[in-house]
């Protein structure tokens, strides 16, 4: 994967976390936005597994979010201390942990749902990911590392269609992680009027721009340059547990 330069580093999740909590305003909504809308994921998960129904899983989650800000906890956080990932699940364990302030968030949010939650299709990835033995650290572990991949596959997409190359995308998208047999790059070639060998050289771009998207994802999630490769490494572990 391709270098990111430590300057990248000025405008991460971290920066757009610090900046939710200074402007109490439509931008630090913006952004607080922004910040739900891509990790609900991994926290509606971890507060599943926890123990919650579906409901009130989706009340917990939204209820989060909300008091993120109300409860100043990115006002506590510290993008020195680590990875962004560790700080949210350190966050929803103490928003779970305080009935008492979750009970007074609910009644201060005023029916504000910060971020959209499609419950039908969480619990269709929960129900199979939520085996007997898996707990609720590595099940929010798991779902962080696929919303990871999701970011990037959807800017990765956008990249495509901003060029004009929408419909070539979503042909070359099943090589994206495996190199088929000969033929299948002989029939898609022929179908979008290029030479197998012009193909190939398309979908290793693919591939190419691919991992320098996720990896400028992941390295918006962590404190320094040098920890993007460990948390690929994480990343790749979660996946397979």
Known sequence: MGAVSTSRFQTTSWSLVLAAAGQPSTQ??????????????????FVRRSGHPPDQAQDLTQGFFTVLLEKNYVGDADPQRGRFRAFLLTSVKHFLANERDRAHARKRGGGLTPVSIDVMAAEGWYAPAAVELTTPESLFERRWALSLLEQAMAKL???FAGIGKAKQFEKMFSFLNCDPEGARYERLAAELGMSAGALRVAVHRMRQKYRRILRAEIAETVSLPEEIDDEIRFLLSALSR
């Open 28 to 45: 630090g909504h913006a952004a607080l936005a922004k910040l739900c809308q891509t990790y609900w994921h991994p926290v509606y998960s």
């Open 157 to 159: 997409r956008a990249e």
